[in-house]
């Protein structure tokens, strides 16, 4: 599977793109930060992107699809939100943020080596954010689970994450439902030492 430009403007143009409210791990990894500059990588629908900026962030809100940025946009109408169109795979901020995060977005590459891409865009003292699709050979849901391209085992995240450069705060595998259906996550949140 090609998750492409083309793949993200199809899968918007077909989606029912109501704005769901933001995820839970958001809300509960970042309710210790002070708000700062943010990036939300893959932002699809604007959600998370708009909880951010409601709560004091100055959100740059990027992803592939010009569809979803439209729809966000619109629905989740926010002062603090900067939406951009752009390939993740290829762009590069104008920034490091003080907060960088991704809430399974699936670029045209490697899913571990988007997650190191996205973590050099994170500020001195600043935090990275990963919630992702686990990859696990025994995933449950009866073929309802994402491509393996989609997905990376939370072992291999920590792993990419040099100790000499990051302090992991947070490295957790969780069990969801969907539509009965279940699903594992991983979540990943770790702080730029200062100086690096």
């Known amino acids: 599977m090609e998750f492409d430009r083309d793949y993200w403007e199809h ?18 990894e970042t309710s210790g930060l ?13 959600a998370e992107a708009a909880w951010l900026a ?8 990027a992803d592939i699809s010009a569809a979803a940025l439209a729809g966000a946009a ?11 169109q752009a390939d993740l795979t290829t762009w590069h901020p104008d920034l490091r943020f003080d907060l960088v995060t991704t809430h399974y977005a699936h ?13 050099d865009w994170v500020a001195p003292g600043g935090t990275l954010l990963i919630v992702g699709h686990l990859h696990s ?7 309802h689970h994402p491509p393996a391209e989609a997905a990376v085992k939370l072992a291999d995240i920590t792993a990419s994450l040099d100790s000499a ?18 699903l594992q996550d991983v979540v990943v949140r770790a702080t730029r030492r200062s100086g690096r």
């Not at 450069?165 to 279940?182: F, G, L, Y």
């Open 11 to 28: 899968h918007w143009h077909q989606a029912h793109q109501s704005t769901p409210d933001p995820h839970p791990y958001l809300a509960r």
């Open 34 to 46: 002070i708000p700062g500059t943010a990036l939300d990588a893959g932002c699809g629908t604007g």
């Open 54 to 61: 409601s709560h004091g962030w100055q959100v740059t809100a």
């Open 74 to 84: 619109e629905r989740a109408a926010a002062e603090n939100v900067r939406w951009v």
């Open 107 to 119: 670029p045209a590459m490697p899913q571990l080596a988007f997650y190191q891409r996205i973590s």
């Open 137 to 143: 050979s025994a995933a449950p849901g009866h073929g």
């Open 165 to 182: 450069q990051w302090h992991i705060a947070t490295a957790e595998e969780h069990v969801r439902t969907v539509s009965d259906h279940p």
